[in-house]
């Protein structure tokens, strides 16, 4: 792994091999390199440490994987949209990848990078891509308007704490990622692509 680009910062690199890991964190990579076949740069920069790992995969993996009202495409597109509007270059690498794969429209996640209003969004997507831009962009804008707009194209008030927690996760990473100038792994810039027609 040697000269592997992760991040800017001294801590935690090089980034080790799986065998100097204690026995939790090697476990979690291990999962990873099963699931996606690589184990996620931000998993290897928060690898230094168990505590900050744990943290990091536990929170992660409540709001990303866990039971929701909200589709994991649905999380991927608040992904996004949040990362768009906040210039992330790992997110927008990663979760890009993640939205044209579960929606199998490469165009998709193309255009949520990008500028979400392009996009072949229904209104229930819509909706909540709006309300995370606003959370993202003026968070202290917030009204009830907004979680009534959410309301009406079909969300629970439990599908709108999902959104805002997903929206704010996101926020806060970005902010990290970009602050370390966190490196997406390459498998992400051609994943889910599709094939050029012949």
């Not at 794969?101 to 392009?118: A, C, I, Q, T, W």
Request: some cysteine; aromatic content about 10%.
């Amino acid at each position: 792994m040697g000269k592997e680009k992760v991040h800017a910062l001294e801590i935690g690199l090089p980034v080790p091999n799986i065998e100097d890991l204690s026995e939790e964190t090697r476990k979690y990579w291990k999962i990873c390199l099963e699931k996606l076949g690589m184990v996620p740069n931000v998993i290897k920069a928060y690898s230094f440490d168990d505590t900050h790992l744990r943290g990091f995969t536990t929170l992660y993996n409540t709001l990303m994987l866990g039971p929701s009202g909200l589709s994991k495409l649905e999380r991927e597109m608040i992904a996004v949209v949040v990362s768009s509007i906040n210039h992330c270059y790992y997110c927008l690498v990663a979760h890009g990848a993640a939205v044209r794969d579960l929606s199998g429209r490469p165009e998709l996640g193309e255009s949520l990078v990008f500028n979400y209003r392009y996009a072949d969004l229904d209104e229930r997507e819509r909706t909540m891509v709006i309300f995370s831009e606003k959370l993202t962009r003026a968070p202290y804008d917030m009204v009830e308007a907004d979680r009534q707009s959410l309301r009406d194209a079909g969300f629970s008030d439990r599908d709108i704490w999902d959104i805002a927690n997903v929206a704010g996760f996101f926020n806060m990473s970005n902010r990290v990622a970009s602050a370390v100038h966190l490196m997406p792994n390459p498998e992400y810039h051609t994943a889910a692509r599709g094939k050029p027609e012949d």
